[in-house]
């Protein structure tokens, strides 16, 4: 029988996993499903890092299943399998086995590893006394090239349904040193930090390609080689192409940190003056607006904020929202732009 990763409904954040992790994984074995450059892979190792367990990490698309069982040895009269170094280090201490890519296994690759999984055990040899074993891989429909899984191999393991949060990740970049224009920019746009995995073989945003941007930008920035040209073509190059463009256009105006969206409503004078950072700025507060985040203003700010602005900013701002606005009080700055528009 054969089943996939088809339907979770419950998902854990990466910190999240990271502390069931190191709870219990030296009992229970973990495969972390998620789409792909979420960062996987490095909250394990950090997770081991923490936990001062030495990572040995195996990827499950370059491994036969030899690679896992072992070779034969003839001892006296019988035959022993040896196991490889990686999986059973001579020194029996503990470590954190790390199964990259397992659902990408072929089936007898994947076949090699139950008795690891679930005994922590190769042939007649068990894996030191508090060893990890944490298996992560992407899922069906992630198109990256993942096979069905067997039965038996799941019911061996704890699956934990991976989700980004935009906090957790925020909080790491910085300690990461992520570039400040990055991190403004997804605390901005949460939705750009993670885009569905799209149908063409193109790049996409994803955590991982933000960091590597971020590396990326830093280098050519040290080398002398950062201009515009450059970082349109490593954002392009990584980027989801919508956000690849938002991202280089705001750099190239200079809006620098974004301040929380509310400063802006408060005071309007902190609206960037360059026509595509105030678009963009301006998109975001009527996003803020539409998730009832600005719900704690009083009439005479939302007032104040919108009269401000240009006619054809307000009508940008408005449009399909006018109920919205007017929950806010901001029936005197809308009867306003009426008799403007009315007049015109």
Same mark, same amino acid.
């Given at each position: 029988?054969?089943?996939?990763?088809?339907?979770?409904?419950?998902?854990?954040?990466?910190?999240?996993?990271?502390?069931?992790?190191? +709870?219990?994984? %030296?009992?229970?074995?973990?495969?972390?499903?998620?789409?792909?450059?979420?960062?996987?892979?490095?909250?394990?190792?950090?997770?081991?890092?923490?936990?001062? @367990?030495?990572?040995?990490?195996?990827?499950?698309?370059?491994?036969?299943?030899?690679?896992?069982?072992?070779?034969?040895?003839?001892?006296?009269?019988?035959?022993?399998?040896?196991?490889?170094?990686?999986?059973? /280090?001579?020194?029996?201490?503990?470590? +954190?086995?790390?199964?990259?890519?397992?659902?990408? +296994?072929?089936?007898?690759?994947?076949?090699?590893?139950?008795?690891? @999984?679930?005994?922590?055990?190769?042939?007649? %040899?068990?894996? /030191?006394?508090?060893?990890?074993?944490?298996?992560?891989?992407?899922?069906?429909?992630?198109?990256?090239?993942?096979?069905?899984?067997?039965?038996?191999?799941?019911?061996?393991?704890?699956?934990?349904?991976?989700?980004?949060?935009?906090?957790?990740?925020?909080?790491?970049?910085?300690?990461?040193?992520?570039?400040?224009?990055?991190?403004?920019?997804?605390?901005?746009?949460?939705?750009?930090?993670?885009?569905?995995?799209?149908?063409?073989?193109?790049?996409?945003?994803? /955590?991982?390609?933000?960091?590597?941007?971020?590396?990326?930008?830093?280098?050519?920035?040290?080398?002398?080689?950062?201009?515009?040209?450059?970082?349109?073509?490593?954002? $392009?190059?990584?980027?989801?192409?919508?956000?690849?463009?938002?991202?280089?256009?705001?750099?190239?105006?200079?809006?620098?940190?974004?301040?929380? @969206?509310?400063?802006?409503?408060?005071?309007?004078?902190?609206?960037?003056?360059?026509?595509?950072?105030?678009? $963009?700025?301006?998109? +975001?507060?009527?996003?803020?607006?539409?998730?009832?985040?600005?719900?704690?203003?009083?009439?005479?700010?939302?007032?104040?904020?919108?009269?401000?602005?240009?006619?054809?900013?307000?009508?940008?701002?408005?449009?399909?929202?006018?109920?919205?606005?007017?929950?806010?009080?901001?029936?005197?700055?809308?009867?306003?732009?009426?008799?403007?528009?009315?007049?015109?």
């Amino acid at each position: 029988m054969q089943t996939g990763q088809s339907v979770f409904n419950e998902v854990v954040t990466l910190q999240q996993a990271k502390k069931l992790i190191q +709870c219990m994984a %030296h009992e229970q074995s973990f495969l972390l499903l998620s789409a792909p450059g979420m960062g996987k892979s490095e909250m394990v190792y950090e997770a081991a890092r923490e936990a001062g @367990l030495p990572c040995r990490s195996l990827l499950g698309t370059q491994i036969a299943p030899e690679d896992v069982s072992g070779i034969p040895r003839i001892i006296g009269e019988r035959s022993v399998f040896c196991p490889p170094r990686i999986l059973l /280090p001579e020194r029996p201490e503990p470590f +954190c086995l790390f199964l990259d890519e397992l659902p990408a +296994c072929a089936p007898d690759v994947q076949k090699a590893f139950y008795s690891l @999984l679930l005994e922590r055990r190769l042939g007649e %040899h068990a894996l /030191p006394k508090g060893t990890w074993v944490v298996a992560a891989g992407n899922r069906l429909q992630d198109r990256a090239l993942v096979r069905a899984m067997s039965s038996a191999l799941i019911n061996r393991v704890t699956i934990l349904q991976l989700r980004v949060d935009i906090e957790e990740w925020l909080a790491w970049a910085q300690r990461s040193r992520v570039r400040s224009e990055i991190r403004s920019f997804i605390a901005t746009i949460p939705d750009a930090l993670m885009r569905p995995v799209p149908a063409d073989p193109v790049p996409f945003s994803t /955590p991982r390609a933000w960091t590597l941007l971020s590396r990326a930008l830093d280098m050519a920035e040290k080398s002398g080689l950062l201009s515009n040209e450059t970082r349109r073509a490593l954002a $392009f190059g990584r980027l989801s192409p919508e956000d690849a463009a938002m991202f280089c256009a705001l750099a190239e105006e200079a809006i620098g940190a974004v301040r929380p @969206l509310a400063d802006y409503i408060r005071d309007p004078g902190l609206l960037p003056q360059g026509e595509t950072a105030r678009w $963009f700025i301006l998109d +975001c507060i009527r996003q803020f607006v539409r998730d009832g985040r600005a719900d704690g203003f009083n009439p005479r700010t939302i007032n104040r904020f919108l009269r401000s602005l240009s006619t054809e900013h307000q009508l940008i701002l408005l449009t399909d929202m006018v109920e919205k606005w007017g929950s806010l009080g901001a029936d005197r700055a809308m009867y306003d732009l009426l008799r403007k528009v009315a007049a015109a």
